[in-house]
């Protein structure tokens, strides 16, 4: 598999040194398309419109050496992958920002990532998310880009995941590659993992939501909650695949969608 690192916290930081004006978002227009029909940059969840704390937290990300941290992950994510058959991934961190964003909702802007629409199986950009709100570890970068690459690899490999139990298992793989520990006490993971397994394989998006993000983030976007603490199904995915080859669960064979 070829997989590129492509740097874009420094285009970022060029836009929003730029005054909040129409010029800005017209060079972010023609950045994320290079003047075309398509995407050429993965920069669509950025908010081209970004206020000062965006430009500080991209300062923060670039002296933290987080381009680095992304090349490195990506050099490493190439070499575990070299025998998966797919097509080349390009691979960048991209800030997003859920502090003055108006229209960013942390939840919703992380799932259309992580479980995206068909057009992404044609742009295999492996986004990795770092937030305004937030100051990651280089760890914690580390995990974001394996798993980005992973997630797009097992997309190209195996088609979009649909179902509650394909997302499930898409990132229970991914945070298996990456590295990635789960936060919840035992009881917890067991309630929870309980909870999610009497929805069934497929159910309603809805329950989908719930079950993968928590009541606080159904609640927030009008689901019902499910008696689930945050993040409960990604923390269940995690538990569900470990002790499962992530590399070798590329290679099994199946029949694509």
Known sequence: MQIRYLPVLGILRELYQQPRSMARFREYVARLTGGGDDIVLPIGVANPMAKEQ????????????????????????????????????????????????????????????????????????????????????????????????????????????????????????????????????????????QTIGELGEDPPYPQVFSALYGDAAAVELGYQPLGLPPRAGFEVAVVRMRGVDPVASLSRKVERR
Do not use: C
Request: negative net charge; hydrophobic residues 45%.
């Open 54 to 193: 965006a430009l500080a937290k991209l300062e923060e990300l670039l002296g933290l050496g987080a381009e680095d941290i992304g090349a490195e992950a990506t050099q490493e994510a190439a070499g575990r992958l070299s025998e998966v058959d797919t097509v080349p991934i390009t691979a960048s961190i991209v800030l997003v920002d859920d502090v003055g964003g108006g229209w960013t909702n942390r939840y919703t802007t992380e799932a259309m990532v992580r479980f995206p629409g068909r057009g992404a199986l044609k742009r295999p950009f492996a986004t990795a998310l770092a937030w305004t709100s937030e100051s990651p570890t280089r760890a914690q970068l580390r995990e974001e880009v394996l798993a980005a690459m992973y997630r797009v690899a097992h997309q190209q490999r195996f088609g979009l995941p649909v179902s509650l139990g394909e997302r499930l298992r898409q990132e229970g793989l991914a945070a298996q590659f990456a590295g990635v520990q789960t936060t919840l006490s035992a009881p917890d993971l067991h309630r929870a993992d």
